[in-house]
């Protein structure tokens, strides 16, 4: 009786365990997945297993006949899918994803190459399929012919489910909130399989595409009025204090307000930031507005002046959007634009973004000098970093905007014992004691790499603006972070921590007549700020920010989560603060009449980006009219 039930699945089981085993040897021998300890190689080889349970078992319910016949050509179409990978990374280095398979000038350059791009050895990933025909042809004992009922059938399925719930839950632990926030692709890969990637995809695809379709050139026109009646006056005092500078960015990862012109026992934690606000303009009332695309969501507003998505990662739902960027904007300008970053391309999807965004050039990984001695924790040390770039810099084409995003001061906040110039701080929170000495180290990487900048000819002819990416410490460190701050951290406090560095020096201008500027502004204010400095007029832009050097001032900026802040009041959870007091305000009028504004902001730009309705505003003629717009998506689309 076993004997015949097992039969009943034995040639779905062989198809089953052949393709694992060839996924696993493709894992290994065409891609680079990078694995750090035991675990994770684990994960990647038992990835494969329940999506290929799935998709075989699909057959139990298929007639005895067909069933077979639909092992074999499932076998075939996932051995393709397997191919088209291999061929697509051997030039890109990178997984298939759907908007890739659309990218028509990406595909173009892959055409002609495809063919030369295929080796002889491919042919062998056939094998299988070769011995599993044999096996149905030539011994039937191994055909699955046997009726399966539906309680085997249910039974097969639950199985199925254990393994990958087991599968998913290995990966949570190694890496927590994988398909929310993690969106590198080799992560996937390497965590749910190139298969459950691939569906994955497929249905941030979907989704996307279903109000993208839906969006037409009228749903701008409200966000539009919006922008222009929002509009705050330049200050004609700064506008083009730095015209035809360099603009040179550095995005300081994990980097809060609260360590600037602080202390820990007795030494300073940012002794190079602390001396340069002093000669910069330097903005105390800043905060980041990320939500669960971190680093990149900060790139993403820098970059546009639109709010991230308050779920998943623009970078990762909307690469292939239109868009119209900085580097677009300067390149009208003469400018020469690049990022500057020491990991992975794909990160965070960033070679495809870029591309969207207008970028000349993306220095990644491949572009520095990465060694045991030189590394910790996610990479490159900022040292090495700023070094090698001011290196690159020097080759640039001037005048550059160019972004550099540092990496050491990032969860876990591992530092070699060499480079820790201050002491860990002592709490409960082994994250937070840890998160000192490696700021301490990221500033002293910056007073490198301004001094790098003079030796490179590269600093009096530029503008520098830092900014903090967004929190490194958590709301679940508040308990010891209270501890540091001498002070019970409230909801209140909690948006207050928000709070991000944002200096912009301007050498031979800044030094002379520094100043404080405590408007409240929030990352979306960066790009209109800088460009207003650079002389270039942004007001024709679809846009959210404003200029925080206005004398017309907004004093308003909403965060991801809801949260708002103004002159006097914090918005946060659905209370109102009042600033001064800390208390819930008496007067609830003081956030009611911006509870609207920030709902509104954020909707705008969600429609903006799930509508991807950039693609029906041309900032170039002059009534943006939307039709012309059309027509030079579908030139671009032709061409
Ligand atoms: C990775 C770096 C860190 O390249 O930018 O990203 P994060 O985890 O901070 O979003
Ligand atoms: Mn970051």
Redesign the pocket.
Known sequence: MRKKRLKAISFLLIATLLMWVKTYVIYKSSFNIKIENFMQEFILFINPLSFLLFIFGIGLFLKEKNRNRYIIVTSFILTFILLANIVFYRFYSDFLTIPVLFQTNNMGDLGSSITSLIEPVDFLMFVDIIILIWLYKKQPSFRTDVTVSRKERAAYYLFVAATFFFNLGLAETERPELLTRSFDREMLVKNISLYNFHIYDGVLQSKQSAQRALADSNSLTEIENYVSANQTDRNEKTFGQAKGRNVILVSL??TQSFVINEKLNGKEITPFLNKLIKKSYNFTNFYHQTGQ????DSEFIVDNSLYPLGRGAVFFTNPSNEFTATPELLKDEGYHSSVI?A?NKS??NRDLIYDSFGYDKFFDIKSFDVNEENSVG?GLKDGPFFEQSAELMKSIPQPFYTRL?T?TN?FPFDLDEEDKLIDEYDSKSKTLNKYFPTVRYQDEALKLFFKKMKEAGLYDNSIFVLYG??YGISENHNEAMGQFLNKEITPFEEVQLQKVPFVVHIPGVTDQHPQEIDTVGGQVDIRPTVLNLLGIDTSKQIQFGHDLLSKDTNDFTVLRDGSFITKDSIFTDGVCYNKETGEPADDKAVCQSYEEKAKQELQFSDQIIYGDLLRFYDRNSPDHSPSKKEDKTELKKAS
């Open positions: 990862e994990s695309g971190k680093t990149s970053h990991n990160f965070w996610w995003i990496l990032h990416d967004h």
